[in-house]
């Protein structure tokens, strides 16, 4: 079994499908792991080199911003909510994803974390029996540059089952909007990444031929449109990125085995050309192009090996990239929260 399955097949709070279909990592971190906890811990770490930019991170349930040589809490975890999988949006505010025992919401706020909103409701009122199956998941969420905001979401809704589908709405509005349609069964389509052309990148949980499940990247111009994979089953690519411009693609495949390489390719905007791989030998997530396109973040075991931590890798658009650099040490990140670039 490879750990693509042992990830899909996993849901934080049920046990009865995926927690939030990651490509790669089974990673989580309980109140007892050693992580960053509030402002006065965050005020004690600084980054081993300068980003360009800043660059949000999750750890141990809360939110910090690297920015030049320090690091701060923007938001912190309480009893009730732990914070994960930043995006920023066009007007440089944040949406995150808070996460309970039960169900996860949407939350909007400045960059510093004040002024936060709630945009979703997804605990619902347990039913007479006492089941919680009415509350819902959402992850993932992703900002495009026309105010929309793209995510994955667990409607419609099949009892306790989540197989995740990509939705799309205005950040401010509350119509939204279904554009997939899940396989059953396998955790869903996850990771959704906004393209120039208006339509939609995402990972695309599927059933192979010896009945494992697979991630395929897939492209879709329109919502509920049958759309067509950018990568093969085999691969087993998943958590895409595209660099600004969005002529270059950045993912993680497996090839259905416990490593992880990063990968890039051109993309056309209707295919991918032949990929590179940028990044070997660990377990390597979430691949996320710099604003100026001139490197990626992502997350791999620090160089010591242990808990996941932040690297950058310069140059990897061109055709010599610089080798990786570790970015932080002395905190645990969360391998399950994309990093997210800030002004």
Known sequence: MGLTTVLVALMAGFGLAVYSGL?????????????????????????????????????????????????????????????????????????????????SDLYRSAADGSGLQRLTDDAAAPLRDGSLERNHWVFHPRAGA???????????????????????????????????SPVGYTGGDVEPVPVPSGGVIYA????????????????????RDPGHALTATDDDCSQPDLAPGGRILAMVCTQGGQGARIEVASFDGRALGIPRVLAAGSLSAFPTWAPDGGGLAYLAPAATGGD?????????????????????????????????WGS
């Open 23 to 103: 490509g790669v990592i089974r990673h989580f971190h309980d109140r007892s792991t050693a992580a960053v906890g509030g402002a006065a811990e965050a005020a004690d770490l600084h980054p081993l080199i300068s980003l360009p930019g800043s660059l949000f991170v999750a750890a141990g349930g809360d939110l910090l911003r690297i920015r030049g040589d320090g690091v701060t809490a923007v938001l912190t975890h309480d009893a009730e909510r732990r914070w994960m999988q930043p995006a920023v949006t066009a007007d440089g505010s944040l949406v995150v994803v808070a996460r309970s025992a039960e169900s």
């Open 146 to 180: 026309d105010g929309r905001l793209w995510y994955s979401y667990d409607a419609p809704k099949d009892g306790f089952r989540v197989d995740l589908a990509v939705w799309s709405r205005q950040t401010a509005g509350a119509v939204a909007t279904r554009w997939s």
């Open 204 to 223: 695309r949980y599927v059933i192979g031929a010896g009945s494992e499940i697979r991630s395929q990247l897939w492209l879709q111009s329109g919502p």
């Open 308 to 340: 996941f931590t932040l690297w950058w890798l310069a140059g990897a658009g061109g055709a010599t990239p610089s080798a990786a650099r570790q970015v932080l040490e002395g905190v645990a990140l969360d391998a399950t929260s994309r990093p997210a």
